[in-house]
């Protein structure tokens, strides 16, 4: 019998969309489904970050890839002309996946020269740890998509789940190394999401 896939996303809707977002959900957001990209964020949340990378990468693809459709309507709201709808000339490196990243990945050829998830769900219930996406087997997965000088940068403040990557990267050919917040800062444009003190990072590299 074929093995099933944990689904690791959660719901997928939230509360109700307004009718922009609507509007821009049915029309802008097909014709922004990426076929290939630069750089990849898997998880974008609200997109603060994808849209910190457009600006930052205007020679660049940068796809996110969020399930949350209340997320996607956030960031496509954000990245458009209210008044027309039309994306704004900063952001138009911007591609958008609206469903489980994995999809995307079996379906591209692209290699990116970095792959960020930042804060993913730590799934803290020990019943719930096979949900937990960044597995040795999800990241050898993605190491396949990294170009010669690729990487992958995670970012998490919780704790407990840090430590569990570390154990999973052990279990992979990539190289990991810790950065220091100066790095994050300057090089990476630091986010923590949960406004904690101290998120940690990683970044890994084959």
Known sequence: MEKQEIRTFGRRHGKKLSARQ?????????TLKPTHGDILEIGFGA??????????????????????MNGVASLLSAITNEQTNRVLDEYRGIRIWADDVRDFLRKTR??????????????????HE?????????????SKYLTPDGEIIIGTDHWEYFDWICEQIKSTDLTATIPDMEIIQTRYQHKNKAGTDAPKY????N
């Open 110 to 127: 692209s290699k990116f020269e970095q792959i960020w998830v930042l804060h993913p769900d730590p799934w803290p219930k020990a019943r």
């Open 22 to 30: 609507q509007t821009l959900i049915d029309e802008l957001l097909p």
């Open 130 to 142: 096979k949900r937990r996406l960044l597995s040795a087997e999800f990241l050898n997965t993605l």
């Open 47 to 68: 997109g603060e970050h994808v849209r910190d990378l457009a600006r930052t990468n205007p020679d660049k693809i940068i796809i996110g890839a969020e399930p949350f």
């Open 202 to 205: 990683l970044i890994l590299k």
